[in-house]
């Protein structure tokens, strides 16, 4: 949904994917730690901007280090 929405820049994005460490609580294998790697390398790639809302844990913080973040 995110390439179909992201024709031209200015798409703002938020995402709430399951938080690290609890992806089975919206069903298993629904989404996986390695979901967030993907989700990572598709948000490098898109035009528009986005909000993440996650926890900051280290493994986190070390797979979207390359972005600019603001803790809340």
Do not use: H, N
């Not at 390439?3 to 629904?30: A, E, M, N, Q, V």
């Not at 598709?42 to 280090?65: K, M, N, W």
Request: charged share 25%.
């Amino acid at each position: 949904m995110i390439t179909k929405c992201d024709s031209r820049p200015g798409p703002l994005f938020y995402l709430d994917p399951p938080y690290w460490g609890c992806t089975d609580d919206y069903g298993k294998d629904i989404f996986s730690e390695a979901d967030f790697t993907v989700l990572r390398d598709l948000l490098a790639t898109i035009q528009g901007r986005f909000v993440l809302s996650i926890t900051a844990v280290p493994e986190i913080r070390d797979l979207f280090g390359g972005f600019d973040s603001e803790e809340v």
